[in-house]
């Protein structure tokens, strides 16, 4: 079946059998592997990604369901120079990036928070990353983050 899609900003076209998850396109197919395979069940985030702006589990959606549609993944999300992004510089900053497996699924449930709220509450964004899986973190790095980008994003200055 042939797949047409905007994937991070770019028209898209290739090939895939109709049972292929949007998880199996984008690494196998195309070759990005910063969305992970975690539990293939729809259970961890770590296949997390943005489709049509909204936070999906990619592992739960066919790859004819992008057709004509938009797909960001962690590899879409960087500045312009391939540099992190004001969240993932946070991401850092924060100490949220341990082993780094669930860490492109939380910046993508950022992204989508943040797109739809931008002055979430902690209580707020631990509900946005909900369905993201973190055995390193514990969450507080990873919350904090998310509110100093939003913080950032204000126009407010950031902590120290």
């Not at 900003?9 to 895939?16: F, M, S």
């Not at 904090?144 to 913080?151: P, Y």
């Amino acid at each position: 079946m042939k797949i047409h899609f905007t994937l991070n900003g770019k028209w898209t076209e290739t090939e895939a059998p109709t049972d292929t998850s949007l998880l199996k396109l984008l690494r196998d197919t195309l070759g990005l592997t910063g969305t992970k395979e975690g539990c293939s069940i729809g259970e961890c985030g770590a296949c997390s990604v943005l489709l049509d702006g909204r936070l999906v589990n990619s592992c739960l959606v066919l790859a004819a369901q992008v057709i004509d549609r938009s797909v960001v993944t962690i590899e879409g999300v960087c500045q312009p120079d391939g540099s992190p992004s004001d969240l993932q510089q946070a991401f850092i900053t924060c100490g949220a990036v341990q082993c780094g497996f669930c860490t492109p699924g939380m910046v993508l449930a950022g992204e989508a928070l943040l797109g739809a709220n931008p002055t979430p509450s902690r209580a707020e964004i631990r509900e946005a990353i909900a369905g993201n899986l973190c055995r390193c973190t514990g969450y507080q790095q990873i919350v904090d983050a998310i509110e100093e980008t939003a913080r950032i994003r204000q126009g407010r200055k950031p902590h120290a």
